[in-house]
């Protein structure tokens, strides 16, 4: 009950930031006592927030620390269902880990599953992700779509396009999507996106979509084997950005292309995501388990392969391979 109402004061503080909000109209709009409020508002100043007090005018938020606890988000949220539970750890293994865990515990569709540091973060393709602590989004959604399993490559696809659209948004950084889901900035990875699904007999029993970004990593502390690849918002931008904002963003354009993808189809979300993609038009080198395979990247077929026009003129699909120029 009383994270209920610090959220709800959170929010209010947040949506008047650098303008005062007397104490009335927060007991008015919180239905709790002045008393209560003073007992919430120490309890925000004690997890970073500077809030100014002044007799008669009331409170005013002068500074939001870089939180991605649950009230953080949930102040700053306007989806119908993506992020209404959102279990918060400061240091996990992997939040993959969290969710599957979630599901044994009874979670449901768009609970999110969230951490500040990861020690174990995984990356497609068994690698590793980097994920140090308070300077990322590390995090993971659960879905529970009622598709059979043979689409399921085009709930990822899916997803880069409602990450992108969150970073263009929120940002206004050019990023564009390297098939099938690797966002890129500049040509260096600043997101990446892990599916994992359980299901049995053609039916998906339920979805993780794991998401990894780098928001605020200086471009210098990255490891030696990433700092050519990979970038951050903030190396790219040279500012830095609130997490819980941008959290929130992601979570609103999820819940946007999900719905669209299961009222419509994957049509309208195959259009968006060539509209983002990087390399379309461009010779690249497929690595397929089968091998490499060479030619030139023409789009995204409806099952979500991507289609690669060989030299012999003829456009077969990519169903699993690392692509590169
Ligand atoms: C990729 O290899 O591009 C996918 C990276 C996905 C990383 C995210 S971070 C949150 C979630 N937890 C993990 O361990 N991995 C995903």
Not at 138 to 156: R, V
Request: proline share 5%; aromatic share 6%; with cysteine.
């Amino acid at each position: 009950m009383g994270s209920e109402i610090r959220e709800h004061l959170l929010a209010l503080l947040i949506e008047h930031a650098d303008q005062f909000v007397s104490g009335e109209e927060i007991s008015r709009q919180l239905g709790c006592t002045r008393t209560a409020i003073w007992k919430h508002i120490d309890e925000l100043r004690k997890a970073g927030y500077e809030i100014e007090a002044r007799p008669k005018a009331g409170y005013c938020l002068r500074y939001q620390p870089d939180r991605i606890a649950p009230e953080e988000i949930k102040a700053l949220l306007s989806t119908r269902r993506f992020g209404h539970a959102i279990h918060y750890v400061e240091s996990v293994d992997s939040t993959q880990w969290l969710a599957h865990q979630g599901v044994r515990s009874g979670a449901k569709e768009g609970a999110l599953f969230l951490a500040d540091e990861q020690t174990q973060g995984r990356g497609r393709m068994g690698r590793k992700w980097h994920s140090p602590p308070r300077s990322g989004i590390w995090m993971s959604l659960l879905l529970q779509p009622q598709i059979p399993l043979n689409l399921a490559p085009q709930l990822t696809l899916m997803a880069s396009v409602g990450v992108t659209r969150a970073i263009r948004r929120e940002t206004g950084l050019p990023v564009t999507i390297k098939w099938p889901n690797d966002l890129l900035i500049d040509g260096k990875k600043v997101c990446g996106i892990l599916t994992e699904l359980r299901g049995e007999q053609d039916q998906i029993h339920y979805v993780v979509l794991g998401i990894g970004m780098n928001v605020n990593t200086p471009a210098a502390s990255f490891p030696e084997d990433l700092k050519t690849i990979a970038t951050s918002l903030a190396a790219e931008s040279g500012r830095t950005y609130r997490r819980a904002k941008l959290i929130a963003a992601i979570l609103e354009e999820l819940e946007h292309v999900y719905d669209l993808y299961l009222t419509e189809g994957f049509e309208p979300i195959r259009h968006s995501w060539e509209s983002f993609a990087c390399m379309l038009g461009q010779s690249v080198t497929a690595h397929t388990p089968q091998g490499p395979r060479q030619g030139i990247a023409r789009g995204l077929h409806a099952s979500g392969a991507l289609l690669l026009e060989t030299d012999e003129g003829v456009v077969v699909p990519v169903y699993s391979a690392d692509i590169r120029q």
